[in-house]
């Protein structure tokens, strides 16, 4: 590390701080941002929903309760595969940038599994067909 702050770790205090500055990169993304600056009122609220998200997922903390399968499907019309990749790869960029290394690539690959299984849930379909 070089006068980067690539040494958060996985714990409630850098995923805190890694999720604010992913949504504050989300919102300013020219793809990504007009979605969430549409479904969203309450920034601070979905901050927190998301830290506990990733709370849950990373350390078993059991503090969130939601559904995100129906959460993204109320916005299925504009999302789509591409802009998963989008995602992904905003995500890839940010964790390296602030998380120590080990702590980044546990987030990529599963932040990656969720997005397959959020993108089966929205866009696959028995015939076999996939929207694009
Ligand atoms: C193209 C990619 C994505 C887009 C455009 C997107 C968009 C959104 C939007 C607009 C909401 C707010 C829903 C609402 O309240 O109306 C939301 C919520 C959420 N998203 Fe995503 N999302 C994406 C990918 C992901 C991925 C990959 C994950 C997890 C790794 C994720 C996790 C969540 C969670 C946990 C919520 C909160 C759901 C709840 O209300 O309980 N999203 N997303």
Known sequence: MTGSQAGLGMDDSGLGQLVDAFY??????????????????????????????????MLGSGRYKGQPVPAHRKHRD????????????????????????EVAS???EKAGRIAESLQLALFFRLDGAVRS
């Open 24 to 57: 504050a990169r989300i919102r300013q993304d020219e793809a990504l941002g007009p979605i969430f600056n549409d479904a969203v009122d309450d920034w601070p609220e979905h901050i927190g929903k998301l830290t506990d998200f990733w709370s849950s997922v």
């Open 106 to 108: 546990a987030l990529q």
């Open 78 to 101: 504009r999302i789509s595969p591409a802009l998963f990749d989008r995602w992904l790869a905003l995500w890839a960029r940010t964790t390296d940038e602030m998380m120590l290394p």
